[in-house]
């Protein structure tokens, strides 16, 4: 089993920072997959964000490229998401996410083990 804990969330404003981070615990794999994923009210849970701790390599929804960065730190099991030039369509509960296969698609939701309990970001505008 895998334990996921997201913080960092918060209210800011159009133009602000964030970042999100997420403490992984439990049973944990240097080949994971990790992800970070947002839900709006409404909307479906979109792929934000994914890095893979194998290898570094990562990828970025559209929406956010230039903007978000991901990053983790192995020595800390955590996974950090950098949110920059935040805007109000940036507001959702923000996920991440876990899955132990290496190679597994980036943005899909159905292949992803494990979840945290999500974490408020809202932008004002």
């Known amino acids: 089993q895998v334990q996921l804990a997201e913080s960092g969330g918060g209210l800011v404003q159009a133009g602000d920072s964030l970042r999100l981070s997420c403490a992984a615990s439990?049973?944990?794999?240097?080949?994971?997959?990790m992800g970070w994923f947002r839900q709006a009210p409404g909307k479906e849970r979109e792929f934000v964000a994914g890095i893979r701790w194998s290898t570094g390599s990562t990828s970025y929804a559209d929406s956010v490229k230039g903007r978000f960065t991901i990053s983790g730190d192995n020595a800390k099991n955590t996974v950090y998401l950098q949110m920059n030039s935040l805007k109000p369509e940036d507001t959702a509960v923000y996920y991440c996410a876990t899955d132990p296969r290496s190679y597994v698609r980036f943005a899909e939701v159905r292949n992803y083990a494990y979840w945290g309990q999500g974490t408020q970001v809202t932008v004002s505008s």
């Open positions: 439990g049973r944990t794999f240097s080949s994971y997959t």
